[in-house]
């Protein structure tokens, strides 16, 4: 039987730049890729199997070895700290982790909160200034903490500054830029090195490509 490489996928923002890298690379992705429900597909000529889960879990199933390969936001990557390889900067989905919180958020102290998606990524962050705030974790919507009262600060992604501006929040401090990456799972590199090269060979071209474009 054909070795199959199986592919973490992030559904959501990243999923239709990832698409579009993969078919530029040349792999022949069928049309109902884009709009399918489903959550498995197989690209049986390709010996390719996508499996499509949220941004967040992409490194807990590459790390389990139940996918090869995933695509992954750095965000996430330093947030969730999995046993994967990181092998290629794929330079989509560019965007930056801040802090950010009202005009008048300056007010530090014990008494800071930051609300977060990424609690470990933000403590990490006061800790190496030196500040001591108490880190509320949210799912979502993360700017309206600051909003309701719940912190007086956030840390979350700026991608164009319009959820931050729309909410009448600012910008304070930016901490990491961050694009997708492409991991893989440490044993899935020893057993399936010839798919995985050829994966990276030619998004690697694209990539290179793309530069000053
Ligand atoms: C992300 C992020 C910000 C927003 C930034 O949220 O958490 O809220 O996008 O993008 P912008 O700078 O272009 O406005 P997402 O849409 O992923 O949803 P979430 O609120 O569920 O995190």
């Keep these: 039987m054909k070795e199959r490489l199986t ?3 992030p559904k959501g923002r990243i999923f239709i730049e990832a698409v579009e890298l993969l078919k530029k690379a040349g792999y022949d992705l069928p049309p109902e890729f884009d709009e399918s429900r489903k959550l498995i597909l197989d690209i049986e000529q390709a010996g390719l199997r996508f499996i499509l889960a949220k941004p967040v879990d992409v490194p807990t199933y590459v790390e389990h070895g139940v996918a090869d390969v995933g695509i ?7 947030e969730e700290e999995r046993e994967v390889y990181e092998v290629l900067d794929l330079k989509i989905s560019e ?6 919180g009202l005009p008048d958020a300056k007010k530090r102290g014990v008494a800071s ?3 977060t998606k990424y609690p470990h990524v933000a403590s990490s962050y006061f800790r ?3 500040e001591q705030v108490e880190i509320i974790k949210l799912n979502g919507s993360i700017e309206l903490a600051p909003l309701i009262g719940l912190a007086d600060r956030i840390v979350d992604i700026v991608s164009t ?3 931050l501006k729309e909410n009448g929040l600012v910008e304070l401090e930016q901490i990491v830029p961050i694009t997708s990456r492409l991991i893989v799972n440490p044993a899935s590199y020893r057993l ?3 798919m995985i090269d050829e994966l990276v060979n030619k998004l690697s071209a694209v990539i290179e490509g793309g530069k000053g474009q």
Excluded at 72 to 78: C, S
Excluded at 95 to 100: E, I, K, N
């Design 7 to 9: 592919i973490a996928m």
């Design 128 to 130: 190496e200034q030196g």
């Design 95 to 100: 965007c930056y982790l801040a802090v950010a």
């Design 113 to 115: 909160k930051v609300a």
């Design 72 to 78: 992954a936001g750095k965000d996430v990557l330093l």
């Design 192 to 194: 399936k090195d010839q």
């Design 161 to 163: 500054g319009r959820t």
